[in-house]
């Protein structure tokens, strides 16, 4: 999912864009139960509901030797140096069925020397809603694998029950996900266009199988590897993200970049990611539904959009986000 993507993508450049007298290791924290690869094991209670004390203590000896940490997710226990703190979103106080904020993170956030949002709007929001003032705005990027990308064959789609053309959408189910409006659109988009297929990709759900179990021509396809979601969006006659709230909206990115029609909800980042490279909608079923219509009318319009999305997308580069990183990593370096 996005924050796992934003998290390797960065790490992984990490020693590219600093010094060569600069050092950089990761620590991943695991409860001691976790079947998860990590570097070190830690009481869960200790990652998500003790007091800030042993949370420092904790922190002091894992970093043990660092100048400036950087906590990538608010799981981590806090340090003892200067802090950058990555949040993507504020979703977990605005949406009762999101994961609940951790009951340390307001403080946390504000104790940081620098805080890290993936968009303007996040930033904002993050600064707005904490009471924040040091909040950075640094896009995430898209992978290049993306502007190279090929449908999948036609033997690899039926493999998985999908016909051409298709709908994708791609992603977790959430609330703010806009779901059921979605399935609403939907009806009105088979009813104008039968030959269309919605595809949704992301990890079982039930909420999302509750609403589209009974819709005509969808197909509930689950988690796809890399390879085979690239191929997907690469393939599809338009790529949707009808959110309420995104703190980015990689899909959206992701969708622009392999050259397809994307259609977006006129709400949080996708403004600011998508811009004129998309169709912007208002995030109610007859707005969808007109624009998914729209976007695989096979219009000479749809088909400007679309390269005028492709070009776009080649600014959000995960090289240009790293540098951006190390930038504020330095600069909290000096302050201390």
């Known amino acids: 999912m996005g924050q796992q993507v934003y998290e390797e993508e960065i790490v992984r450049r990490a020693p590219g864009v600093l010094s060569a007298a600069d050092t950089v290791s990761r620590e991943i924290a695991r409860s001691l139960r976790s079947d998860l690869a990590g570097t070190t094991r830690l009481p869960a209670w200790v990652l998500t509901r003790a007091p800030h004390v042993p949370r420092a203590l904790a922190g002091a000896a894992l970093y043990r030797g660092a100048d400036v940490v950087h906590r990538m997710g608010l799981g981590m226990p806090p340090a003892r140096v200067p802090e950058v703190i990555t949040i993507h979103d504020t979703v977990a106080w605005r949406f009762d069925d999101e994961s609940s904020p951790e009951p340390f993170a307001a403080r946390e956030l504000r104790a940081a020397a620098a805080v890290i949002a993936p968009s303007q709007f996040s930033a904002d929001d993050v600064s707005e809603f904490l009471g924040i003032d040091n909040v950075h705005a640094i896009h995430n990027g898209v992978d290049a694998r993306f502007f190279t990308a090929t449908a999948l064959s036609p033997q690899r789609l039926a493999a998985v029950g999908i016909e051409d053309p298709y709908v994708v959408h791609a992603g977790g189910a959430s609330q703010r996900k806009n779901l059921a409006a979605l399935a609403a659109a939907w009806e009105r988009v088979a009813s104008a ?17 509750d609403l589209f179990r009974a819709l005509p021509r969808t197909r509930l396809v689950g988690r796809l590897d890399d390879e085979v979601l690239t191929g997907l969006l690469a393939g599809a006659a338009t790529v949707t993200v009808p959110s309420l709230y995104e703190g980015f909206g990689l899909p959206a990115l992701e969708g622009m970049a392999v050259g397809v029609p994307v259609v977006a909800a006129r709400t949080s980042s996708l403004v600011e990611v998508v811009g004129e490279g998309g169709v912007l909608v208002d995030p109610v079923p007859s707005a969808i539904a007109e ?46």
């Not at 266009?193 to 199988?209: E, I, K, S, Y």
């Not at 729209?294 to 679309?306: D, K, L, N, Q």
């Not at 776009?312 to 000096?334: L, M, Y």
């Open 291 to 336: 624009g998914i219509v729209f976007a695989t009318s096979g219009e000479p319009a749809v088909a400007a959009m679309a390269a005028r999305g492709r070009e776009r997308a080649r600014e959000f580069t995960w090289e240009r986000s790293a540098r951006a990183h190390a930038d504020v990593w330095n600069r909290v370096a000096v302050g201390r």
């Open 193 to 209: 266009r039968p030959d269309l297929t919605l595809v949704l990709a992301g990890p079982p759900h039930p909420r999302r199988t």
